[in-house]
C-alpha cells in the first residue's frame, strides 16, 4: 500500500518551535477558518488505548486516530492552555479551526484536553507562553 499523500494547508508552515516542532501561519488568517485536518490511521479506541503514543486523537467511544505518521502535518500543532485554534469533531474526522484572527507567523496551537495535558504534557512540564497549570 502506497504512503499517504501529506496533509497540506495554504494557511501553514512547520518549523521550529519552543516545543520542537510546530505549524505558524503564513498568511494572516481569519476566525473560523478550517486551518488542516487531522489524519491517520482510524482505530477502535480499545486498540488506541494500548497504544503509548502521545499523537492519538480520541474521536468518540468507538473511535480513535492515530495521528503519529509523519503524513499528519497537522500532529505538529502544539498545546497551549490559551490556544487560537480548536479541534473540532465534524462526522467522525477532526479539524483544526481558528478561534480568532491569527496574524502571519504566530504559532498554531490548540488545548490538547484534560486527559492528554495530564497523560503527556504535565509530566514533561508544559511550554506555552500562557500556561494556566
Not at 505549524?23 to 476566525?31: Q, T
Not at 509523519?70 to 481558528?98: D, K, M, Q, W
Request: include cysteine; glycine fraction near 8%; hydrophobic fraction near 30%.
Amino acid at each position: 500500500m502506497a504512503t499517504p499523500k501529506p496533509s497540506s494547508s495554504p494557511y501553514i508552515v512547520v518549523k521550529r518551535s519552543r516545543a520542537g516542532l510546530g505549524l505558524f501561519a503564513i498568511v494572516p488568517i481569519k476566525k473560523g477558518t478550517t486551518i488542516i485536518e487531522y489524519i491517520g490511521e482510524r482505530i477502535p479506541t480499545s486498540v488506541g488505548d494500548e497504544r503509548d503514543n502521545r499523537y492519538m486523537f480520541n474521536v468518540n467511544t468507538r473511535w480513535d486516530i492515530d495521528g503519529s505518521p509523519r503524513y499528519n502535518t497537522a500532529r505538529y500543532a502544539n498545546h497551549s492552555c490559551r490556544p487560537n485554534c480548536e479541534a473540532l469533531n465534524r462526522r467522525g474526522r477532526v479539524f483544526i479551526v481558528a478561534k480568532r484572527n491569527i496574524k502571519e507567523g504566530e504559532e498554531i496551537t490548540y488545548h490538547y484536553g484534560k486527559d492528554h495535558f495530564e497523560g503527556f504534557i504535565q509530566k514533561l512540564g508544559c511550554r506555552c507562553v500562557k500556561c494556566s497549570v
